[in-house]
């Protein structure tokens, strides 16, 4: 009786606990992985050592695999697209269009993968864990960081974690991405609707016939550095 008391408080003491913050992950995991469609408003802001440069709205559209679509709407109208192949920026105040092969824009992917494709959390991340040094912007948040894998931290990408706050409920709230410079992106999120009836030509780049088009890097984008 007494070695079998021993092995349990052994097993209990060993055997990891699920706690709350475990379980909302699982929820936000379960609750995204399985819509095929994704669709959210969103509030971008831009910061440089802590202050306000810039802050964008739009809505937001994903559709797996890899596919996605900013429309920003203030303060001025610009569209980012991701169809499979390029990365699209068109600026119609400025009758130019920005694009680069999808391949070449790596860092995109890196924050936002979790919403373009049906990777795991646990095949991003290489190690997710509580942000304690993180204050949630909802007064009911909670704030994780993911630490990134070295393929998705190399040199193209300099971000080596991002923080992503849910709702209680499991829906993605807040991405914020540090870059090099003190510069941070950080992305709100509100509205979200799964599996939204989304038109595949959405997603699809027909450059408008009095803009020019340029190959390069893009400006400022979502999870894009210049």
């Not at 130019?96 to 924050?111: F, G, I, L, N, Y």
């Given at each position: 009786?007494?070695?079998?008391?021993?092995?349990?408080?052994?097993?209990?003491?060993?055997?990891?606990?699920?706690?709350?913050?475990?379980?909302?992950?699982?929820?936000?995991?379960?609750?995204?992985?399985?819509?095929?469609?994704?669709?959210?408003?969103?509030?971008?802001?831009?910061?440089?050592?802590?202050?306000?440069?810039?802050?964008?709205?739009?809505?937001?559209?994903?559709?797996?695999?890899?596919?996605?679509?900013?429309?920003?709407?203030?303060?001025?109208?610009?569209?980012?697209?991701?169809?499979?192949?390029?990365?699209?920026?068109?600026?119609?105040?400025?009758?130019?269009?920005?694009?680069?092969?999808?391949?070449?824009?790596?860092?995109?992917?890196?924050?936002?993968?979790?919403?373009?494709?049906?990777?795991?959390?646990?095949?991003?991340?290489?190690?997710?864990?509580?942000?304690?040094?993180?204050?949630?912007?909802?007064?009911?948040?909670?704030?994780?960081?993911?630490?990134?894998?070295?393929?998705?931290?190399?040199?193209?990408?300099?971000?080596?974690?991002?923080?992503?706050?849910?709702?209680?409920?499991?829906?993605?709230?807040?991405?914020?991405?540090?870059?090099?410079?003190?510069?941070?992106?950080?992305?709100?999120?509100?509205?979200?609707?799964r599996d939204p009836t989304l038109d595949k030509a959405e997603f699809q780049f027909i450059p408008p016939r009095d803009?020019?088009?340029?190959?390069?890097?893009?400006?400022?984008?979502?999870?894009?550095?210049?």
């Amino acid at each position: 009786m007494r070695l079998a008391l021993t092995l349990f408080l052994a097993f209990v003491t060993i055997a990891p606990a699920q706690t709350a913050e475990d379980n909302l992950l699982r929820l936000f995991e379960s609750r995204y992985s399985s819509a095929h469609t994704l669709q959210a408003t969103f509030l971008e802001r831009y910061l440089e050592n802590g202050r306000l440069v810039r802050t964008e709205a739009g809505d937001a559209y994903f559709l797996r695999p890899g596919k996605m679509r900013w429309d920003y709407q203030a303060p001025e109208k610009n569209t980012f697209l991701v169809d499979g192949k390029y990365v699209w920026f068109y600026s119609p105040a400025d009758h130019t269009v920005t694009r680069m092969p999808a391949k070449r824009s790596e860092d995109w992917r890196t924050p936002l993968a979790f919403l373009t494709s049906h990777m795991k959390l646990s095949r991003l991340c290489s190690k997710i864990e509580p942000a304690r040094d993180a204050k949630p912007s909802q007064p009911l948040g909670s704030v994780y960081r993911c630490m990134f894998h070295d393929s998705a931290g190399s040199a193209a990408s300099l971000a080596k974690s991002v923080l992503f706050e849910l709702s209680p409920e499991g829906d993605l709230s807040r991405i914020a991405i540090p870059q090099e410079g003190g510069i941070e992106l950080e992305f709100s999120f509100t509205g979200w609707r799964r599996d939204p009836t989304l038109d595949k030509a959405e997603f699809q780049f027909i450059p408008p016939r009095d803009v020019v088009i340029v190959d390069g890097l893009l400006p400022d984008t979502p999870g894009l550095r210049q």
